[in-house]
């Protein structure tokens, strides 16, 4: 799949990706429904500010889409990782399709509420959550792992892309031909990716172990998410951008409308700025990466999005504003496609859409909550109010590089390396258990510091592979044996651990085998535990075997 007849010819960095059709076909057919959605979103914004008086109400408008990935998303990158991810794509657009065409209707009915209009949003919201951690996660599976950092960049841009053209295309269509007419736009252009979703197909690596239950599969991503210090500190980082960032496009129609005092045309032209930004800083990307750290550049990325907005507290002109929002997009782009990658690269490919999922879900549960935020400071207090504080915010957070650093982009192997299942005396099922493994080792007194260091890590990778109860004993009567002993709950989760197991985590045994020094390897003791309550009171001992 990663290698085509034109793999040959040349091609820049950046666009790398479309050399693959499967990539090619999908990304090109996602930009037709992120058109009518952007047209979709003006169209719903000035809507929501003509039928409501409440600021609240319009800025919560850009919360309705997010609050589901906010709520949705971990449930669905467990979908993702455990079913098709071609289907779980497939029945996101279709949720999506459905809302627009809905929406669609009612405007042309005649029935608008500020409720619906929320609601609908909300269940678009639901189809963006299924979709989202599926289509990033497949990423990894049609394209080179090399070309993941040029792929997500490229989505960024071809959204970006769209939102040059998009809101300024809804705003001339709201003035000239009314909502229903940028409705139906949105309802038609959702056809595309179904039908390509439906037409392409892609191979992915299947495991040979059955679908993990929704609830193991949760908590599973869960627990990775929070053992990895580089997927835990950008999440952390996205969800304080996107609550302060999101003040951008949150309160952007308040500022056409109060400050610029001007219409839709301004609105979509504003919108069509920040696009442009970002998508000049996603063409750029590359060579900023080569000038600077990723953690600095999301650091000044940060900084650009606050000078955005306190740009717009200072002017009343629209051109002023225009290149304002220029600045914020490029912030806006650099920051999303850096964190988006950092977590991409750090997780394995049996979890990778957990992970995303978390993210999407705690940076959507921001920018809900900033939406929220500085929707009511700007009804309370003032317009000016807020987007000074959101400035603030902003400064802060690229503060916070240096407590969650963004880590570097690397080419590190992730995938599930090969495990063959142990031949054991005893009839197991997969709830079979608990499983106590045990591993001995020798070591000399000279190496014993270097012994705890590896040890260190092999906790860390056993642990958020599935490991529970991991400990390391010294041998009181003989100093140089230590024994490293862990549970899983079944046998199951004990397969499921050494299949998860990526090469780059194997190399930390190869380590520890390099310092033990018995003649033979460091065996590994298998056994299954019993009560004394029950008839089975002695634990058996299963299978011996070196470590892999």
């Known amino acids: ?159 970006n892309i769209v939102r040059s053209v998009g809101p300024a295309l809804g705003g001339v269509i709201l003035a000239v031909f009314g909502p ?9 252009s959702d056809l ?76 979509g032209i504003l919108l069509a700025g920040f696009g442009m930004g970002a998508f000049i800083a996603g063409m750029g990307n590359g060579f900023l990466r080569k000038v600077t750290s990723q953690n600095r550049l999301v650091a000044f990325a940060s900084v650009a999005c606050a000078v955005c907005c306190l740009s717009l507290t200072l002017t009343s ?68 109010s807020a987007l000074e504080g959101a400035a603030g915010a902003l400064l802060l957070v690229a503060a916070a590089g240096i407590v969650l650093p963004v880590r570097p982009w690397e080419e590190t192997d992730q995938e599930s390396s090969v495990f063959h299942p142990p031949d054991v005396a005893l009839d197991l099922k997969p709830r079979s258990g608990p499983i106590v493994a045990k591993v001995e080792y020798l070591i000399s007194e000279e190496n014993i510091e270097a012994f705890l260091g590896y040890m260190r890590t092999r906790r860390h990778v056993q642990s958020r592979a599935g490991a529970r109860n991991w400990t390391l004993q010294r041998n009181l009567q003989t100093p140089s044996l230590w024994t490293e002993t862990f549970r899983t709950p079944t046998w199951m989760d004990f397969l499921r651990l050494n299949h998860r197991l990526t090469a780059a985590d194997k190399e930390v045994g190869q380590h520890l085998l390099a310092l033990h020094e018995g003649e033979l390897p460091p065996q590994t003791v298998l056994s299954i535990e019993r009560t004394t309550e029950a008839a089975r009171t002695r634990p058996s001992t299963m299978f011996s075997r070196p470590p892999r």
């Not at 229903?180 to 038609?188: D, E, K, N, S, T």
């Not at 782009?333 to 999407?360: E, K």
């Open 317 to 384: 002109s629209v051109p002023v504003a225009a290149i304002s929002l220029a600045l914020g997009g490029a912030g806006w782009l650099i920051t999303w496609t850096g964190i988006d990658v950092s977590v991409q690269l750090a997780s394995p490919r049996w979890v990778v859409g957990r992970t995303l999922s978390i993210y999407y879900a705690l940076s959507a549960g921001g920018m809900a909550a900033g939406s929220w935020i500085w929707g009511s400071v700007a009804q309370n207090y003032s317009l000016t």
């Open 180 to 188: 229903l007419a940028a409705f139906a736009l949105a309802a038609v």
């Open 1 to 159: 799949m990663q290698s085509e007849a034109n793999a040959h010819l040349p091609i820049s960095a950046t666009l790398a990706p479309f050399r693959n059709q499967v990539f090619r076909s999908i990304w090109t057919a996602t930009q037709i429904p992120s058109l009518g959605w952007l047209v979709q979103t003006v169209a719903i914004s000035w809507l929501m500010a003509t039928i409501s008086a409440s600021d609240l109400m319009v800025a919560l408008v850009q919360a309705a889409s997010t609050l589901p990935v906010f709520f949705l998303s971990v449930f669905a990158g467990a979908i993702a990782d455990n079913f098709s991810r071609r289907w779980v794509m497939f029945a996101g657009h279709c949720l999506i399709a459905s809302a627009s065409t809905t929406l669609m209707i009612s405007v042309g009915l005649g029935f608008v509420s500020p409720w619906l209009i929320l609601g609908l949003g909300f269940l678009a919201g639901c189809g963006f959550a299924l979709n989202d951690p599926a289509w990033h996660a497949s990423v990894g599976d049609i394209l080179h792992k090399r070309d993941i950092p040029a792929a997500v960049t490229l989505m960024s841009v071809g959204y």
């Open 192 to 267: 595309a990716p179904i039908s390509a979703i439906w037409r392409t197909k892609w191979e992915v690596r299947s495991s040979p172990l059955p679908r993990e239950r929704m609830t193991t599969a949760i908590h599973d991503g869960v627990r990775f998410t929070a053992m990895s210090l580089e997927i835990r500190a950008a999440t952390a980082r996205a969800a304080l951008f996107g609550l302060a960032s999101i003040s951008i496009l949150a309160l952007l129609p308040l500022v056409v409308r109060d400050q610029l005092k001007s219409g839709p045309i301004v609105y």
